[in-house]
T-cell receptor, first 111, second 110 residues
């Protein structure tokens, strides 16, 4: 089954403790992206990757890192999480300019 | 920089009523436009998309949208909503980056 998977689905952590949210897709999509969803703000793009080893900032990249060493994986790294990064995070992938396929989401709480 | 505006933040309709959700965008080049739907507790799913050609596009579940280039608009419509259409709807502009609107929550009352 074609899908985008994210892990973990739920995470509660403390300020400053580094964490990684994994994202994997099995559709051989070149393009992958991370978003955060906050009430009243919609989805905002954090980082995107056009292909392996090619990443670029979205609209809200501060406090996040990404890497794209393999085509299927696009992890999101929070080196020193802060409470303002409490949010619902979605990973997505696409091919060309077609529609994006979204993962199930990761709900992160930073205390 | 590209941007997307969705002016209706929360819409409440009775079943069988007609729906129109506004979406306006700003971008200087060729755009690819999308409407996604997010049912409660779920991730976003594609409703419909516009790349070029016929400005009236049809999507799933009876939804359609009209691209009006002169107005920079891509409004979503459905002639008769159902309770199961209760969800949040997002308009998006896509090129290398993707910009979403802030979403419209639709509540359909039986």
């Amino acid at each position: 089954e074609a899908q985008v998977t994210q892990n973990p689905r739920y995470l509660i952590t403390v300020t400053g403790k580094k964490l990684t949210v994994t994202c994997s897709q099995n559709m051989n999509h070149e393009y992958m992206s991370w978003y955060r969803q906050d009430p009243g703000l919609g989805l905002r793009q954090i980082y995107y990757s056009m292909n392996v080893e090619v990443t670029d900032k979205g609209d809200v990249p501060e406090g996040y890192k990404v890497s794209r060493k393999e085509k299927r994986n696009f992890p999101l790294i929070l080196e020193s999480p802060s409470p303002n990064q409490t949010s619902l995070y979605f990973c997505a992938s696409r091919i060309g300019q077609n529609e994006q396929y979204f993962g199930p989401g990761t709900r992160l709480t930073v205390t | 920089a590209q941007s997307v505006s969705q002016h209706n933040h929360h819409v409440i309709l009775s079943e069988a009523a007609s729906l129109e959700l506004g979406c306006n965008y700003s971008y200087g080049g060729t755009v690819n436009l999308f409407w996604y739907v997010q049912y409660p507790g779920q991730h976003l799913q594609l409703l419909l998309k516009y790349f070029s050609g016929d400005p009236l596009v049809k999507g799933i579940k009876g939804f359609e949208a009209e691209f009006i280039k002169s107005k920079f608009s891509f409004n979503l419509r459905k002639p008769s909503v159902q309770w199961s259409d209760t969800a949040e709807y997002f308009c998006a502009v896509q090129n290398q980056k993707v910009t979403f609107g802030t979403g419209t929550k639709l509540q359909v009352i039986p």
